[in-house]
């Protein structure tokens, strides 16, 4: 059973231009989590997700930043007009739906944003 | 909002000491409590867990114990090795609102010299 798979694991872009940020979760997983790791920091949550459905984005900043994660396909993290200040490693996590409480979350190996 | 603290790092060890790494939170619910370890260039692993007062995690030698009397949550390990080298996170998750976001600490750098 693979494991949670992002890409692309490094990405390079210019101020001002878009940087998508995909995630398949591990397989029979149906929620995902967007993290964002600054240098020298803990990890943020941003949002949480299911299929066709957000379920939490209070922490996402309020401008350029979106996600989404459709019926088919890997889940997206969409960022619009890069500053240097969205250099970070995003994680992309994954669980599967129980009725149980905190079900463990797997983490991907991250996508390296750097702005130039 | 709820917060997790945990020791200032870097911890540099020689191999076979004891190491703890201390984490206290804040938490406006009854949250569950993780430790994931991060090797270099790698996602998140989780190394151990806790979700009820008095619960014990333990993973290949490392142990933490949830204390809710002092709301801490201190990683330990009785004698380290090379291969623990790594950034230990501590984590809460609380389910508030059906999110089961986890909070996480800044990490602690653990170094271990053979």
């Known amino acids: 059973n693979a494991g949670v798979m992002q890409n692309p694991r490094h990405l390079v872009r210019r101020r001002g231009q878009e940087a998508r940020l995909r995630c398949s979760p591990m397989k029979g997983h149906s929620h995902v989590y967007w993290y964002r790791q600054l240098p020298e920091e803990g990890l943020k949550f941003m949002v949480y997700l299911q299929k066709e459905n957000i379920i939490d984005e209070s922490g996402m900043p309020k401008e350029r930043f979106s996600a989404e994660f459709p019926k088919e396909g890997p889940s997206i993290l969409r960022i619009q007009q890069v500053v240097r200040g969205d250099s970070a490693a995003y994680f992309c996590a994954s669980s599967p739906w129980t009725s149980g409480r905190n079900n463990e979350q797997f983490f991907g190996p991250g996508t390296r944003l750097t702005v130039l | 909002g709820d917060s997790v603290t945990q020791m200032e790092g870097p911890v540099t060890l020689s191999e076979e000491a004891f190491l703890t790494i201390n984490c206290t939170y804040t938490?406006?619910?009854?949250?569950?409590l993780f430790w994931y370890v991060q090797y270099p260039g790698e996602g998140l692993q989780l190394l151990l867990k806790?979700?009820?007062?008095?619960d014990k995690g333990s993973n290949k030698g490392f142990e933490a114990t949830y204390r809710k009397e002092t709301t801490s949550f201190h990683l330990e390990k009785g004698s380290v090795q090379v291969s623990d080298s790594a950034v230990y996170f501590c984590a809460l998750s609380d389910s508030q609102g059906g999110s089961e976001k986890l909070v996480f600490g800044k990490g602690t750098k653990l170094t271990v010299n053979p």
């Open positions: 806790a979700t009820k007062a008095d």
């Open positions: 938490a406006t619910g009854y949250p569950s």
